[in-house]
């Protein structure tokens, strides 16, 4: 008898402290489309983005959409290079 006290004061601990807002978020969700234009780069030199040669990079292109109730943000930023 004790031990089922016990765990329904726990329960009803847990559940005071749930966050009341989760169930009400509207959140970002986002998918991707179909790909397409795929390919095989071969890297030849290590200009622009290849690391090494001899690197073999997929390529494709695609559309991310938001499906979701919530709107997507992204900020994004970079260090300024110093002048050359």
Do not use: H, W
């Not at 402290?17 to 030849?44: E, Q, S, W």
């Not at 959409?65 to 992204?74: P, T």
């Amino acid at each position: 008898m004790m031990a089922a006290a016990m765990v329904a004061a726990m329960v009803a601990l847990l559940l005071a402290y749930a966050p009341a807002r989760a169930a009400t978020d509207r959140l970002p969700d986002l998918g991707m489309d179909r790909l397409v234009n795929l390919r095989i780069k071969n890297c030849t030199d290590t200009s622009k983005d290849c690391a090494f040669v001899g690197q073999r990079q997929l390529r494709f292109d695609t559309i991310i959409v938001n499906v979701g109730a919530g709107r997507f943000e992204a900020r994004g930023s970079r260090p300024i290079p110093p002048p050359p």
